[in-house]
């Protein structure tokens, strides 16, 4: 059971140009939502976190946008650099601190920028 | 200076066989984790360790034992390694109450089972 979702496998974006990458959860009780970015051969890289109580946290050039009622989330990266070609996993968990947030990490989608 | 560092990068054994996997985080967290992804590239927790603390224990078999001997340290071993272990094995830390700067992963572990 798949309780977050990234629907996207990969996306290709021109450099300068706005990617966005879509995320889709059904566990309500997540209260705590997170982007990683990873390369190949290292491990995933925390990029920017959303708490349940807001619906918008900015960066940089990445903005997360969070619609509780839709129970989606989006990562918007502008304007894309040819670095920011990886593999972005969304997370997410319930309230929690100490070790004891369970994260389900969704499968990831693979951000290619074209330079 | 590497902050999540595990050993061995890669590792190739035989079924049956009992391996380890040392993870060692220099960050002074209080909270390292045992993540699993597999050959559908999901990442899945298997342990979490507060202070030396098992917290986590998800539906792992009990060949796969963690070990926490100091709050800097979380190795994993397994015996009787099978074909269905083979997957990438992830350490990471965190500061325990601290959710919003999520979690320092290290480079993996790339364990095949022939």
């Known amino acids: 059971d798949q309780q977050v979702k990234q629907n996207s496998p990969s996306l290709s974006v021109q450099e300068g140009r706005i990617s966005i990458l879509n995320c889709d959860y059904t566990n309500s009780m997540f209260d705590y939502f997170l982007w990683y970015k990873k390369y190949p051969a290292e491990g995933p890289t925390f990029l920017i976190s959303?708490?349940?109580i807001k619906d918008k946290n900015e960066d940089g050039r990445f903005t997360v946008f969070l619609n509780k009622s839709a129970k989606h989330l989006s990562l918007h990266i502008v304007p894309s650099q040819p670095g920011d070609s990886a593999v972005y996993f969304c997370a997410a968990h319930p309230w929690g601190g100490g070790g004891y947030q369970k994260v389900t990490f969704g499968i990831g989608t693979k951000l290619q920028v074209i330079p | 200076d590497t902050a999540v560092s595990q050993t061995p990068k890669y590792l190739v054994t035989q079924m049956g066989n009992d391996k380890s996997i040392k993870c060692e985080q220099n960050?002074?967290?209080?909270?390292m984790y045992w993540y699993k992804q597999d050959s559908k590239k999901f990442l899945k927790i298997m342990f979490s360790?507060?202070?030396?603390?098992?917290?986590i224990n998800e539906t792992v078999p009990n060949r796969f034992s963690p070990k926490s001997p100091d709050k800097a340290h979380l190795n994993l071993h397994i015996n009787s390694l099978e074909l269905g272990d083979s997957a990438v094995y992830f350490c990471a830390s965190s500061q325990g109450t601290r959710t919003d700067y999520g979690y320092t992963f290290g480079s993996g572990t790339r364990l095949t089972v022939v």
């Open positions: 360790y507060n202070n030396k603390e098992l917290i």
């Open positions: 959303i708490s349940s």
């Open positions: 960050l002074g967290h209080d909270t």
